[in-house]
């Protein structure tokens, strides 16, 4: 399946938009940076809401720009979806109708099951006859996206669709943003600061910096790279594909299975076997040990070899692991690495509490 190709030099004041990008065409591509990092700009370039003096722009096979034959589709006949921090609903009409307006005002030939499958995913169904100012914040941004995906979109980008939510309203929508990266075949890119978000949807993952792209990869690798800014700090995580292999209902524990081994975890008592899971492993929970511990109340002890470290300013040493083939953060203090002898190479073993896997 062709992807998207962007290309982009767009010179501010402050500073300069600089991409050479190729991301896939299907599932959730995340546009992370700290503010002012030209996240949005760069949405914004896709759009066509920003027109880059140096540019290329291809999604799907489709041209939308090229500054060297100046050729530069507008946005009106971009077919794309676009979610902003707020719903921006017409509070004069209800959900129905702000959902038939949007397809209205699109000049491309619509999927006739493209609105109805948008109410499935979003879960909007029963709020159709509402107005928006009976709807919460979660529900006004479920209907802002089911309206963007009204017109069967080639691309969906949404900045920060969660921005503007408050914890309770995030966890509400973050079920059906799920379902979409699940059940769309189409891209998405998905602006945030979150690494919760991140972690939880994406499966690529581009950082940007003052304008570049400081990593660009799939979710595993990147977030894992110690020269990644998600790789640092207390939030530093690792993402793995697991799947559900048994249960130990009388310990409340669940077992899952990947290519590092199994893994114990907290029961997941509605979950089938053979289901695959979506975990995230905090760096912060992942100690080494140099030898396999015959007597520990920790359960998940797996063999790996440190193929990276790096030292932090505030006393940490940075870790990654491979462990058959799947990469593993650790974060470690300094003395610790010391003490222990760590180095690149080394076979350990890593220790993960059951109780701290997400």
Known sequence: MEGIRANFLLPFPDF????????????VTALFGHSGSGKTTLLRCIAGLERAPHGFLQIRGKLWQDSEQDF????HQRLLGYVFQEASLFPHL??????????????????????????????????????PDKLSGGEKQRVA?????????QV??????????????????LPFLTRLHNELAMPILYVTHSPEEVTQLADHLVVLQAGKVVVSGALAETLTRLDSPLAQGKEASTVLQVTVCGHEPEFHLSHVQFAGGILSLPYQQQTAIGTTLRL???????????????????LNVLP?????????????TMLRLNMGGEPLLSHITRKSASVLGLEKGMQVFAQ???TAIL
């Open 72 to 75: 530069f589709l507008p946005t």
């Open 145 to 153: 996206i089911a309206r963007a995906l009204a017109v069967s979109p």
């Open 94 to 131: 209800n959900v129905r109708k702000n959902l038939e307006y949007g397809r209205k005002r699109s000049r491309f030939i619509h999927n006739p099951q493209g609105l109805e499958q948008a109410v499935e995913l979003l879960g909007i169904g029963h709020l159709l006859e509402r107005m």
């Open 280 to 298: 995230r492993v905090y760096a912060r929970d992942v100690s080494i040990t140099l030898q396999q511990a015959a007597q520990t109340s920790i």
């Open 16 to 27: 300069t938009l600089e991409t050479a990008l190729d991301l896939p065409g299907k599932g």
């Open 156 to 173: 969906l980008l949404m900045d920060e669709p969660l921005a503007a939510l408050d914890l309770q309203r995030k966890q509400e929508i």
């Open 304 to 316: 790996a070899t440190i193929t990276g470290m790096a030292h932090d300013p505030e006393g940490r």
């Open 352 to 354: 993960i509490k059951a």
